[in-house]
Each structure stands twice: as C-alpha cells, then as structure tokens.
C-alpha cells in the first residue's frame, strides 16, 4: 500500500473517487445539499482522465442526459439528494424500462419537501425501491463507512452493468460530509464488470431486447453497427412498442425477475458477533456506525449482542434476515426516520413479534444511547 | 442510398392520421440526409412523446423514444459522451416549448451540436386537441371551449434569444425549402432549429375552420412570405419563411474537448 492511496476525504469525494476505479466515463448532475461535492470533484476529476462531466439546467435533465450517454457505452453516474431524486423518478422508470446500466447516488437529507437539507436522515429508503410509476424492480445499496462506501460504489457499477438497470446508492448527510481515513486500492485489487456486448455481426440481425438463457442481455452501442429502438413503451424483442399481452406480461416479467430471482447474489451485508447473538441490531447506513459501537462496547462486558449491517437495501434480502435471526430472542432495527426497513424485517422473520425499532427522525444522529435505551426497554429495565 | 432505405419497413404503417403534415417533415429529412450522403450508424434520432416523436422508430438510424419534453436533454448525453454522431430531436409544439421549454432554451444557450426540428401544428394532437403555447389567442381545443386567452411562443424569436446559433422556419407545403433548411441545420456546427408548420387537419383544423388537409397546406402558401420580402412590408401579419439566425460561435463538445485538454496537462 502506498502513501498517496491513503486519503483522509468526505464520504462525497470517496464516492466520487469510486467511481472513477470503476470506470465511470459520464456524469451530468446539478448542485443540491448535501451531495454537491460528488459532482465538484467529478467536474474536475472526469476530464483528468478524459471523461465528460456536465451541470445540467435541472435534476430531470441530468438523469435522461446519463441514459442518453450510457446508451453510447459509456458508464455513468449522476448524484443529487431528497427534492432532486424526486424529480428524477420519471427518467428513472425510464432506465428500468429500456434496461439502461446507470448509477444514481441519494445523499439523503431529511423530507419530505425542502425538509432539513444540512442534516442526516435515511428517510427515502421506500421512495429508493417505489420511486417510479408501475411495477418494477430496483437495485439499492448502501454503506457506514467511507472504505465501504468505496467498495460498494464500485459494486454498484458492476451491478448496474451485469443486470442492465439502474442501481441506487443510498447514503446519507452524515456519512457524505464526514471525513475519515480511506485507502484507494490499487487498479485490480476490485474486480470491475464490463458491459456484455453482442457479437452479432452487421448486417445480421440483432435483436436487443431478447434476453439470453441466462437472462442477461448483450448491448450495442449507439454509433456502431446494430441499429435499434429503444423506447420507454411496452415493447418486443426489436425494440419496437406493442401492446400485446404477451408482450407486455413477458416484459415486466422479465424486468423483475431478472432482479428479484437474484437477491441472493445481489445481497451485500457485514456481521458482527452474530454467531452466538442473543440480541442482534440490524441496520445500515451511517446509523449503523452508532448500532457497531454499542455492540462492541456491550461485547466487551460479556453481553451476547450482535450487529447485521445491510449494505444491499433492495432487493431486500430477506433470506439473509430470516437466517441471521433465528435464533435471536430479540432483533431491534435501527434507522433514522419512521420505521421503513423495520417492516421488511418484520415480513422476513418467522415471528415478527421478536422485532422493535430505534430510530430517530428528528435530524439528529442516532447516538449510541437512544440505542440502549431501546435494549434496556426491551429487557423490562427503565430508562 | 434510395429514401426507402433509410425507413424501417417493419414499423408500418404509421400511426398518423390521414392528411398529417408530419410524413412531409419526415420525408423532408430523408432528402435532406440522402443529400448529404450520410452514414446510417452516424445518425442517432432521439424524441419525446407526441405525434412527432414517433419518428424516431420510422427510421433506420440508431432511435430513442424518450419522456414527453426531455428528449433534449438525452440527446445531450448522446452527444457529449459521442460527439461523432450526428444527433437529430424532431419535436413537437409542445413537446418543445410547454413541458420541453426548458431544455430547449438551455440547449440553444450551450450551443451544443445537436438539431431540433420543431413540428409546430398548434396543437397536442395525440391526446385528442388540447390547446398548446403555440395556439394562440382566440384558437378552439378541447381545453378551450369557449375560445384560447393564452398568447402564444414565437418558437424563431424563443430559439434565437436563448442563443441557438442556426435558426430557420418553413412550412410543410414548401417541401423542398424544408428539405434544404434540415440539410444546413445538420451540416451547421452548433445547436439548430427549423421549425416547420406542419397540418393537423383532424384536431386543429377541423374544431377551427382550417378546412382539409390541403386546404390548411394552401393556407400556408399564402399567409407565409420569404424573410425581407416586399409583401411582408406591405402585410406584417405574414410569416416569415428561411434562415433567421446562421452564425459560427463556439461548439460545445468542442470547448469541452479543450476543458479535457487542459486538465490531462495539469496531470
């Protein structure tokens, strides 16, 4: 390990970073609090390597502009926070729909509306997963800290290419803007996935819309040989729309299933102590760095506590769940907002009634103690 | 290359209603790139939503049929991380200056290599006839049932103020200006818009007295005149048809390529 791979950076600018070691060739963002320094960097890192950054007139406008560039072949990326991925839902559906490889950052803020733009909140876990009009499926990750808010950037451009879709990186304020030690790995150490390209040759045809035995489907950039339709309607194997039952079933078959029926590979998540866990916490994100201290601090007097962080949201890996907490007498979810991920807990484990919530919605950052105020609670001890 | 080789066979019959004024704008612009001897895989079609985006899936070029209004902003994308390819935006009325306008007024402003032809029938005809920004006062739609009180875009005047560097007009009963106008809005260098005045017998026409379809066209015959010409002097509710604004100011992939170049030095 070298010197210079050792940074001490924003959660934003390791974001950033990671994207370029996976390739990232395109990105078109405009600013919103607290994820501007994602597209400060790229504009000046992107170029340095060749790459194209652009400030787009809104946040609509940025999320069509990196389909229109991955559409050419290029790996892409936009970043914006709470108001903004609101606006981007629509080109979002969009991307699942045409099954375009792109990456999405949410810095979350606290909402609904303008909300509390400067402090931390994991509040859009739902809006990542149902974002868009219709049925659909989405990939959501995401991390606690910045060495694994580089890993999992760079995991989410392989995920994006491997599985033709969007993915979205669900970060927060606190992890964004926080300043912590990272080493850059060297090119390699993370293997990359490229994207699946058609060996078809010209004049033979392509059909860009048939997916392999494998479910997967090979690309053609725009500008090369295979000319083809892409379009946000239902359509066949040509690209070409249709309203045919057949047609349309078989598509949101196909666009679901192909994230779905892979949950389990799609799962990311770390354990802490869980092989003899009495008590487990489950959580994700930056409060998860608060649930990691009280596990660690607990341990060290004896108590059989364990930690199940979540890196992948969506789709929601409930076997994961269900296993890890078996045994559990007791599982408390930890979030910053109303309770959205206790729910899928909930859902996951065979008795639900096992499952309380700590959290916190009111713009500050989950402590430790509100932590084991919750574990005291359910012991039957006061607070 | 014949003009059936640009078209893509297997999408016909089109879905336009008879006496349409967009199949003229779409063979305008095979004409126009048969003229110019161009490469089909070095041309990207993107659109938006509307009776005029649908043009986009009639050729054979690389096509994208995209969100109502933002087709613009895709073919940003296209063009930035590919500016080797000519990209083409057949628009609608309101598909560009209502749900659109926005990406069109900082498109011109860029000057980002990209052409935006305007299909401006006045009207959203797909949904049915309901009253667009380029109506106009007076206009009956479904919207408007007791007469328009919107005034209405001048798409020339709008493309010109926010900078776009080639800006032409014409009408679909003067085919072969139109033909030549799309050939020089391709060849320029920077953001160009022609639009052109394209029929809707059936949702505007019919609800406002525009008689058929070649009626409407002969319309466009006698309340149109070349720029600067005598009879605009003399009449100035007349359109002015031809090339309003043609000037070489700088490219924007092109002044990117610079920005890419600076900063690799700076390494």
Known sequence: MSKKNVKFIQGNEVCAEAAIYAGLDFFAGYPITPS??????LAKRLPQRGGHFIQMEDEISSMCAIIGASLTGSKVMTASSGPGISLKQEAIGYAVMTEVPCVIVNVQRGGPSTGIPTHGSQGDVMQ????CHGDHSIVVMTASNHQDIFEITVEAFNIAETYRTPVILLFDEIVGHTRERVVIPEPGEIPLVERLRTSVKGGVDYHPYLPREDGRLPMS??????????????HDMWGFPSTKPEIVYGLLRHLTDKIENRAGQIARYKEYYLEDAERILISYGSSARSALHVVENRRARGECLGLLELQTLWPFPSEVVRRKCLKAEAVVVIEMNMGQIVQEVKKAVEQPEKIFL???FDGVFITPMDIINILRVIKGKGV | MAIKDYIRGRFFPHMWCPGCGHGIVLNSLLRAVEKLGMSKNEIVMVSGIGCSARISGYVDFHSMHTLHGRALAFATGIKMSRPGLNVIVPMGDGDAMAIGGNHFIHAARRNIDITAIVMNNRIY??????????????VMATTTPYGNIDHEFDIVEMARAAGASFVARTTTYHAKQAT???RQAIIHEGFSVVEILSQCPVQFGRRNKGGSAAEMMETYKTNTTPIGSKAKKENSDLIE?????????PEYCNEYDKIIEQAMKGQ
């Open chain 1, 36 to 41: 501007t320094e994602i597209a400060e960097h």
């Open chain 1, 128 to 131: 990542a997963r149902w974002g």
């Open chain 1, 221 to 234: 950039d725009f500008g090369s040989v295979h000319r083809y339709n892409v379009t946000g309607l239902f």
């Open chain 1, 358 to 360: 700590a959290n916190r």
């Open chain 2, 125 to 138: 005809g797909m949904t049915g006839g309901q009253y667009s920004p380029l109506s106009g006062v007076g």
């Open chain 2, 180 to 182: 030549d106008l799309i």
């Open chain 2, 241 to 249: 048809r031809g090339i309003f604004v043609q000037k070489d100011i």
